[in-house]
Each structure stands twice: as C-alpha cells, then as structure tokens.
C-alpha cells in the first residue's frame, strides 16, 4: 500500500493547543476511553492525542497485519495534523507501534513510556489461533474471558459496570480488522532490536498481569539502554484502568522528567518554558546515542545466481503449520532425515507455497484435495489447522472435503472428514 493510500486513524485531540503532544495508544480490543481516566491530569500540561486502532470503537474497518503498518497509518494521521515531534506511552499492541516508533522513526519521538509489553508477546501459534476461533465463533468468546485477562479477581468482582464496558468495547469491535491485529502481534518480535532503543523509557506493568508480566517488564528493561520499571501493585494487563491514579502519576513523573525541551508539533521550536514542567531537571537528561544498524547481508544465492529460497521458505513454512509443528519437525530430524527436511522447506515452502500467484487461501484448497486423494490423513490433519490459519472457515473446508469425495472417492472423503472433524472441533473450541 504506497504512502497516499494509507488509511489515517480514528482520533481526538484534548488539551492545550500550544502545548507538547502526548500520544496514547490503546490495546487489542479496546478504545481510546481506556484512557479516560488519566486525560484530565495529563491533558493539563501536554496536547493529549488519543487514537483507535482500525475497526475499534467504530473507527473504519480497515485491517493492518503488521505493526510496521499500524505505524504508519499513525505517522499519515499525525502528518495530516502536522505533528512532528512527541512523547509516546502505550498499552501492549499500543505499546509495540510506540516501540516500532522509536527503532524506526527515532526522530519522531522525544520519550516513551511501555504498558503491560513484551518484546514478543507469547507465541505466534497462539495468536493466530486466537484469529481462527474468532473467525469461526464471532468475537463473543473472547469478549467473555477478556475481564479475566485484563483485570484482577477482586476488580472484576467488584466493580461489575467497568467489567460490563470491557466485554462491550470487544464485541463492538470489527472481527476482520481483530483478527488482523492478532496476526500483527504475532509477527511482532524486536528482542534483537532492543539496544537500539534510543529514547528515555518507562516500563510499567502490573504486579499480577498474567498476560505480559513483569518478566517481560523485566526483558524489556535490561535491553533499552536507557529504561527503568515500575511494578504496580495489585493490578493485571488492563493498568490504566484498573489502577488510574498509579498509572497517571508515574506517566506524569516520567514525561516531566525524562522529555528534553518540550517541542512544539507544528514549528519544531520550544512550546512550554522548561520552568513549566513540574519536576524540572538542573541540566538536560541524557540520552543514550542509537546504535548504527549495519545493512542486512545479501541473501545466499543457489545455482544460476537465484537467491536461496530456504529463507523465505522456512519464514511461511513458519507461518503457515505454527512455530510448534516446525520446531517439532526439525527436531526429530537427524543426519538420515535432515536433508529431507531442508529440501521440502526449500522447494515446497520457499519455491511453491511463496509463489505470489495464489493466495494461500487458495494453495490451502489445492492442498487438501491432493492429501485426500492420496490417502494422506496424517498430513491432512496439520493442513487443515494450516487452512484454517490462511482464512478457510470450517464450512469452506467442508466444501473442499465433499467436492473431494466426487473427485477422488467416498471412502477418501470419509476418512478425510473424520480427520477433519476432529482437528476443526480442537481448533475452533473456546478456552474457558
């Protein structure tokens, strides 16, 4: 998508007009109302941006797959505003476009504050498992469990109105535009990157959040060279909600304290006197310069001076049948076995399934009408998780399975569906 196509961003504006901008980005499944609660203090010394991530809160549903792409339909939106330069503090998807912001526009952002993130949050497998049960069931399931996520036993508990508004803001959201968020996250993995963080950053993180907790707080903190933490007592993934008053203060001592001179977003030249900002530093922070990034390495070439496909091959191999399968996969291989499975990545995966003349939605078609007409049940059943990852819905998987049976026999097609039965009901059933 070229930069003029890129959709911009639901928002709103509190705050003065003349004063340093501060951008709030949400998490998967909510709005910019979790924000609610801390806009009234912080609105009195910065220009508070709020957005909505596509689909969400009724903004326009247009999917983004990757963080990389949330980002840069912020960048349009602040562009289109004329925001140059700002402090950013974000809630775990939020956090990681604050963290894409600060690898790849360093420019941009003069502080950062992380909540509830992890350089990789959990696995890929996980979240686009998440994406199929709700391509299958609807966003209803995961609008049910998601106050056990975010939230404390005892807030939950007691506060029934706050807990009401969460599963609410879930089922309210666009399942396309959810769905595609979840595959954002999980191609989301900076744990490399993370030296190269080159801004004042706070890492903040409830004490009891079982979804990026302070573990990951922790990974985070000892790889920017210049962060700290704060661990909040008795809160889980949802902190800004579920403690305000502790969020706000920290995000206030951490932008008052950490952010060089403020800027103005449209000039670039100083908008508040330093004397304004309460504390006030004797002498500027320091920062910590970014490190270089070294240009990648020419990709390996095989005969004829074509690139080595194994690369790609084993990134959608990855993708396409979950980081568990493969890992497993290349695990049990051994000195007799190990060619094999480089050559199926190589030419199955890198030369065949990364062609760009079918979507993989269609290549999962074609894939289960060969295993089934060649009796391979064993295979069939890791492509049909693999069909319902590209997109396929359990009917359509149908569909290929009865179309089969005409083409390659009934008693292909009834083994085929008692595989498929079984692999569908695992995958698509709601944890509670």
Same mark, same amino acid.
């Given at each position: 998508?070229?930069e003029?196509?890129?959709?911009?961003?639901?928002?709103?504006?509190?705050?003065?007009?003349?004063?340093?901008?501060?951008?709030?980005?949400?998490?998967?499944?909510?709005?910019?109302?979790?924000?609610?609660?801390?806009?009234?203090?912080?609105?009195?010394?910065?220009r508070?941006?709020?957005?909505?991530?596509?689909?969400?809160?009724?903004?326009?549903?247009?999917?983004?797959?990757?963080?990389?792409?949330?980002t840069?339909?912020?960048?349009?939106?602040?562009?289109?505003?004329?925001?140059?330069?700002f402090?950013?503090?974000?809630?775990?998807?939020?956090?990681?476009?604050?963290?894409?912001?600060?690898?790849?526009?360093?420019?941009?952002?003069?502080?950062?504050?992380?909540?509830?993130?992890?350089?990789?949050?959990?696995?890929?497998?996980?979240?686009?498992?998440?994406?199929?049960?709700?391509?299958?069931?609807?966003?209803?399931?995961i609008?049910?469990?998601?106050?056990?996520?975010?939230?404390?036993?005892?807030?939950?508990?007691?506060?029934?109105?706050?807990?009401?508004?969460?599963?609410?803001?879930?089922?309210?959201?666009?399942?396309?535009?959810?769905?595609?968020?979840?595959?954002?996250?999980?191609?989301?993995?900076?744990?490399?990157?993370?030296?190269?963080?080159g801004?004042p950053?706070?890492?903040?993180?409830?004490?009891?959040?079982?979804?990026?907790?302070?573990?990951?707080?922790?990974?985070?903190?000892?790889?920017?060279?210049?962060?700290?933490?704060?661990?909040?007592?008795?809160?889980?993934?949802?902190?800004?909600?579920e403690q305000?008053?502790a969020?706000?203060?920290?995000?206030?001592?951490h932008?008052?304290?950490?952010?060089?001179p403020?800027?103005d977003?449209?000039?670039?030249?100083?908008?508040?006197?330093?004397?304004?900002?309460?504390?006030?530093?004797?002498?500027?922070?320091?920062?910590?310069?970014?490190?270089?990034?070294?240009?990648?390495?020419?990709?390996?070439?095989?005969?004829?001076?074509?690139?080595?496909?194994?690369?790609?091959?084993?990134?959608?191999?990855?993708?396409?049948?979950?980081?568990?399968?493969?890992?497993?996969?290349?695990?049990?291989?051994?000195?007799?076995?190990?060619?094999?499975?480089?050559?199926?990545?190589?030419?199955?995966?890198?030369?065949?399934?990364? +062609?760009? #003349? $079918?979507?993989?939605?269609?290549?999962?078609? =074609?894939? @289960?009408? !060969?295993? &089934?007409a060649? /009796?391979?049940?064993?295979?069939?059943?890791?492509?049909?998780?693999?069909?319902? +990852?590209? #997109? $396929?819905t359990?009917?359509?998987?149908?569909? =290929?399975l @009865?179309? !089969?049976? &005409?083409?390659? /026999?009934?008693?292909?097609?009834?083994?085929?569906?008692?595989?498929?039965?079984?692999?569908?009901?695992?995958?698509?059933?709601?944890?509670?």
């Open positions: 998508m070229s003029t196509q890129t959709p911009a961003l639901q928002y709103r504006l509190d705050g003065p007009e003349d004063a340093p901008v501060l951008i709030l980005g949400p998490s998967l499944g909510t709005t910019w109302h979790m924000w609610d609660r801390q806009v009234p203090e912080l609105a009195k010394q910065w508070v941006f709020r957005f909505d991530l596509p689909g969400h809160g009724g903004a326009p549903a247009y999917p983004a797959v990757a963080v990389g792409e949330l840069a339909r912020l960048l349009r939106t602040l562009g289109e505003l004329g925001i140059q330069r402090g950013y503090a974000g809630c775990a998807l939020g956090g990681a476009i604050g963290l894409e912001l600060a690898l790849r526009h360093p420019d941009r952002i003069a502080s950062l504050a992380l909540i509830a993130v992890s350089p990789r949050f959990g696995t890929p497998d996980e979240f686009r498992q998440r994406g199929v049960i709700v391509r299958t069931n609807g966003l209803d399931p609008a049910r469990t998601s106050p056990d996520r975010w939230f404390t036993g005892g807030f939950a508990a007691t506060q029934p109105a706050i807990t009401d508004w969460a599963v609410q803001m879930v089922r309210t959201t666009d399942p396309g535009c959810y769905i595609a968020a979840c595959e954002a996250l999980a191609s989301f993995d900076i744990r490399a990157d993370l030296a190269s963080v801004v950053t706070l890492v903040l993180v409830g004490s009891d959040d079982q979804v990026t907790g302070p573990a990951e707080a922790r990974t985070l903190v000892a790889g920017i060279p210049d962060a700290r933490l704060a661990v909040v007592p008795g809160a889980s993934h949802l902190v800004p909600v305000p008053g969020v706000t203060d920290l995000l206030v001592r932008f008052s304290t950490a952010w060089q403020a800027f977003s449209t000039t670039g030249q100083t908008a508040i006197p330093a004397a304004a900002l309460k504390p006030v530093l004797a002498s500027p922070p320091q920062t910590t310069p970014i490190a270089e990034i070294a240009p990648a390495a020419p990709a390996p070439v095989v005969g004829g001076g074509r690139p080595d496909p194994y690369d790609a091959g084993i990134k959608v191999r990855r993708e396409v049948l979950g980081d568990a399968h493969v890992d497993r996969a290349l695990a049990q291989a051994d000195e007799f076995s190990g060619d094999f499975q480089e050559f199926i990545t190589r030419y199955a995966w890198g030369e065949i399934w990364d +062609r760009p #003349g $079918l979507d993989r939605r269609s290549r999962s078609c =074609v894939t @289960l009408t !060969a295993l &089934v060649g /009796g391979h049940m064993d295979e069939l059943a890791f492509h049909v998780r693999a069909a319902l +990852r590209n #997109g $396929l359990p009917s359509e998987i149908k569909e =290929v @009865l179309q !089969a049976a &005409v083409y390659c /026999g009934v008693p292909a097609a009834n083994s085929a569906f008692k595989v498929a039965q079984q692999v569908i009901r695992e995958e698509t059933t709601p944890e509670e």
